[in-house]
């Protein structure tokens, strides 16, 4: 008896469920707006993998048009690759789209991160990391990001020696991972001879989402169970991970408190602004008075800063315990730019590949930068600047290349709209021109958004800029980079997840 009351039950249950899902799954077939039938419980999630995101959004487009209804899970959301449209959100009618799409689940450390804040917050924040990404700033990171460069010059001076083609993606991940660890952390780690030291180790597995990750699972398949998954302490961030950088930070700030050293890293300058009396003074101060570590040329930073600044008043570790909140600020903002340690190896990857590729604009390109740089033995921020040929280079391949930002609550479908040949003519040919000083203002608004637009953009988008543009210079002043046996004419492109080499960017180097 008791059994088929348990069957009834299930029945039951299961036919509610069928026709509640079957009800929520009409969403936009009720509204009007076209787009792909989704499949019960998960939406078009299979599809979107098995496709790969960025080739199924040129599928969908061409299909359904350049808006369309779709469903991550059970949860609606509408993509949209019309530039006007585009504009609407990011710019005019910002107000109203100007939250995220809340994850809910990122755990004590990451739920105050610029990247997922709302309303006020987010504008608080984001107003008081502004002044960490000026042209000023980015200044003082020269030294630190030369530092790394010139380490990756050393080894690539190895496998040029050696005839050696490699696979340049895992090697420009383990520059980038440098480079943000040395200017964000204040950590000089050396990942690209040491790839196992545990800095790196937890920056890649807290930033992997290619495997199975079942918080991801629950957030895309069932939105409706995050809040139980929050009460289970799950976060899409292993809390393992981010302890390690939580005690890594702590340390740094404890040993500088002790020795006085001072660094020009985005610790102590997200300190020191965070640190500044109102909100209309971010301005960091200026000392003439900062201790250099004999092995640091470059300078100073803001933690060594706030911990050495009226020392003969107080000891460090009571000025320590007075800033603890700007610190722990200081720490979330920090680690929510590491993931950009993967984007930015993707960037230089695809642009490498395409300089191998055409030899005729790497040529180009190389004498454009010598023009600058003449007697200069490294590159500056001045320099940089000055290079509007790199710039075409570098903004062509992150057209071809655009790995969408975290999205609002419309999801803008960037890497579609960067391969529309309706705007982009013969897309898929690398042709730097296209962002010639001549040309560029041909290119119509809102369609090349690698870094989002409007209030909302991506903050740490000079850094990325600066950063893929310093290493670049570093390696056409020294090689050739030429195709090898490996390298693949056109590339593949993975086909599923995020776009990505198939099967590696094959390179080898020559010598100059």
């Known amino acids: 008896m008791w059994l088929a009351w348990l069957i009834g039950i299930v029945t039951a249950l299961s036919a509610y469920y069928i026709i509640a899902a079957r009800r929520k799954f009409e969403y936009w077939q009720k509204k ?54 585009l504009r609407s959100i990011m710019v005019k009618d910002f107000p109203q789209f100007i939250n995220r799409r809340d994850v809910d689940i990122n755990g004590p450390l990451l739920e105050q991160a610029v990247s997922v804040l709302h309303g006020q917050k987010w504008k608080d924040v984001r ?23 010139d380490n990756l010059v050393s080894n690539l001076e190895k496998k ?12 420009f991940r383990s520059v980038t991972m440098d480079v943000i660890a040395s200017t964000f952390f204040g950590t000089k780690i050396d990942s690209q001879n040491d790839s ?24 895309f398949l069932f939105p409706w169970a995050m809040p139980l998954a929050k009460k289970l302490g799950l976060q899409i961030i292993s809390k393992k991970n981010l302890d390690f950088f939580v005690d890594n ?21 997200m300190l020191r602004s965070m640190n500044a009396p109102d909100k209309n003074e971010k301005k960091p101060v200026e000392t003439t008075t900062e201790v250099q570590d004999a092995d640091d040329s470059q300078g100073s930073d803001i933690i060594s800063h706030n911990l050495s600044v009226g020392s003969g008043q107080r000891n460090p570790v009571s000025l320590l315990i007075t800033n603890l909140l700007s610190i722990s600020g200081s720490l979330r903002q920090s680690f929510s730019f590491l993931a950009g340690f993967e984007t930015s190896a ?58 969408s930002p975290k999205e609002p609550s419309s999801a803008s479908r960037f890497y579609a709209i960067q391969r529309d040949e309706e705007f982009w003519p013969n897309p898929d040919v690398y042709d730097p021109e296209r962002f010639s000083y001549e040309n560029k203002q041909n290119i119509k608004p809102y369609t090349f958004n690698t870094f989002g637009q409007g209030p909302r953009n991506c903050i740490g988008m000079r850094f990325a800029y600066y950063e893929i543009k310093m290493v670049m210079v570093h390696i056409l002043r020294n090689f050739r980079i030429l195709p090898s046996a490996k390298t693949e004419i056109p590339l593949q492109l993975k086909d599923t997840g995020f776009m990505a080499p198939k099967n590696g960017a094959w390179v080898k180097l020559q010598r100059l």
Request: aromatic fraction near 10%.
């Open 346 to 403: 993707t960037a230089l990857t695809f642009l490498t590949y395409c300089l191998a590729v055409e030899q005729t604009i790497q040529d180009k390109l190389r004498q454009s930068i010598e023009e600058v740089m003449q007697d200069l033995e490294e590159p500056t921020f001045e320099s940089i600047a000055q290079m509007h040929y790199l710039d075409a280079c570098v903004n062509e391949a992150l057209r071809m290349d655009s790995k």
């Open 160 to 171: 040029a020696d050696a005839d050696e083609e490699f696979e340049c993606q895992s090697l």
């Open 249 to 269: 930070t702590k340390e740094i700030i404890r040993m500088r408190s002790e020795s006085k050293v001072v660094r020009k890293d985005f610790i102590q300058l």
């Open 196 to 219: 196992k030291n545990e800095f790196t180790k937890n920056a890649v597995e807290a930033f992997d989402f290619s495997s199975f990750n079942p918080v991801l699972i629950i957030f």
């Open 32 to 85: 009007g707006v076209p787009g792909p039938r989704p499949w019960p419980l998960v939406g078009v999630f299979v599809q979107t993998m098995k496709m790969g995101q960025g080739f199924y959004d040129l599928w969908a487009i061409k299909k359904f048009g350049r808006m369309f209804g779709y469903f991550d899970g059970s949860q609606p959301v509408i993509a949209v690759s019309d530039p006007d449209m």
């Open 127 to 149: 107003s008081t990391l502004v002044p960490t990404f000026t042209s000023g700033r980015l200044k003082q990171m020269n030294g630190l990001i030369n530092e790394c460069c």
